[in-house]
């Protein structure tokens, strides 16, 4: 009996140490610069001629951003990665990854992780020569984001929550992705929490926080991601309330459709980049150390909110 006893003990201890080992593996983890210049150069490259929906240009990163998945075990979450947008005249496709959650339970609610790959394309006047709008900030930085939090959690299989990655497409040409999709999970009736999405995030802010989000004062999110982090990482940007930008990225479809917290997190203050919609958009002006910093401290931000025990993610009047 006793040593029954003590191998309880020794077993509870044993799990107890690696679910305690497996809430700090986010919060230890880095993201390597040298990978998110990588993806961030690919992505922003005259190659792929800014990335217009419908374009050869678009299809290189739909296949690079297919690439990342399958070499860190992210999945389809349909029959492929490609979502076949109704929408759109030109083939244009969501790019939709998953990661399984780990919990038998928490495993049937779902995240969204998501950022619009696509841009404007190759503009009739640009500057000079250049006529290429890369879309560094603007989407490849949201983009690059979400790739290496898809990365960390197909490696680490930590996330009780399932979790989707989603690429939008054709976003520029009024959400037109994102709006296919919400109806199309919401027909589905995908058991949705939350969708967090990245938009510009290339460049850092003159602030006492280091991002903003849209909506700020309709849902604890933010106060929820500064516990989470265990700072003031997320804050409120008059300017984003003034603009109405909850309602002009990838979030918006979401809310509408599922009426959950559906929010975007930007470092874009309109004072810090000259560049919006212009081919001067170039990787150039991208500060790294800021991306891969930004991105590093919201992996165990979005872990916590995967592995919370309930919703902690909640509108301010319920």
């Given at each position: 009996m006793k040593r029954y006893f003590y191998s309880a003990i020794l077993?509870?201890?044993?799990?107890?140490?690696?679910?305690?080992?497996?809430?700090?593996?986010?919060?230890?983890?880095?993201?390597?610069?040298?990978?998110?210049?990588?993806?961030?150069?690919?992505?922003?490259?005259?190659?792929?001629?800014?990335?217009?929906?419908?374009?050869?240009?678009?299809?290189?990163?739909?296949?690079?951003?297919?690439?990342?998945?399958?070499?860190?075990?992210?999945?389809?979450?349909?029959?492929?990665?490609?979502?076949?947008?109704?929408n759109f005249k030109e083939p244009a496709y969501n790019i939709v990854g998953y990661v399984e959650g780990n919990d038998p339970e928490l495993k049937e609610e779902y995240i969204i992780i998501g950022a619009h790959y696509d841009h404007i394309g190759i503009q009739k006047e640009g500057e000079g020569d250049d006529v290429i709008a890369n879309g560094a900030n603007d989407n490849a930085s949201g983009t690059t984001g979400v790739l290496e939090l898809a990365k960390y959690f197909g490696d680490s299989r930590t996330n009780k929550r399932s979790l989707l990655f989603v690429l939008f497409s054709a976003e520029e040409k009024g959400l037109l992705g994102s709006r296919h999709l919400a109806r199309k999970l919401r027909t589905e009736k995908l058991n949705l929490y939350t969708v967090v999405n990245l938009e510009m995030i290339g460049v850092p802010m003159t602030a006492d926080y280091t991002a903003y989000i849209t909506g700020y004062e309709d849902t604890n999110m933010a106060e929820k991601m500064n516990a989470y982090a265990g700072k003031n990482l997320i804050g409120f940007l008059p300017k984003?309330?003034?603009?109405?930008?909850?309602k002009r990225s990838d979030n918006y479809p979401f809310f509408l459709e599922f009426h959950v917290p559906s929010q975007t997190i930007c470092t874009f203050d309109f004072t810090n980049f000259e560049y919006y919609h212009k081919v001067g958009d170039e990787v150039e002006l991208m500060d790294i150390d800021h991306m891969t910093s930004f991105i590093s401290e919201m992996i165990p931000v979005m872990e916590k909110m995967a592995n919370a025990a309930s919703r902690e993610i909640k509108f301010v009047n319920e």
């Open positions: 077993f509870c201890g044993m799990i107890c140490g690696l679910n305690a080992q497996a809430e700090q593996v986010g919060a230890d983890y880095k993201v390597s610069a040298g990978d998110v210049r990588e993806t961030l150069e690919f992505l922003a490259s005259d190659e792929l001629e800014g990335r217009d929906s419908g374009s050869p240009g678009i299809e290189k990163a739909a296949q690079y951003i297919e690439e990342v998945f399958a070499d860190h075990g992210v999945k389809p979450y349909f029959s492929s990665y490609r979502d076949t947008l109704d984003a309330k003034d603009f109405q930008l909850f």
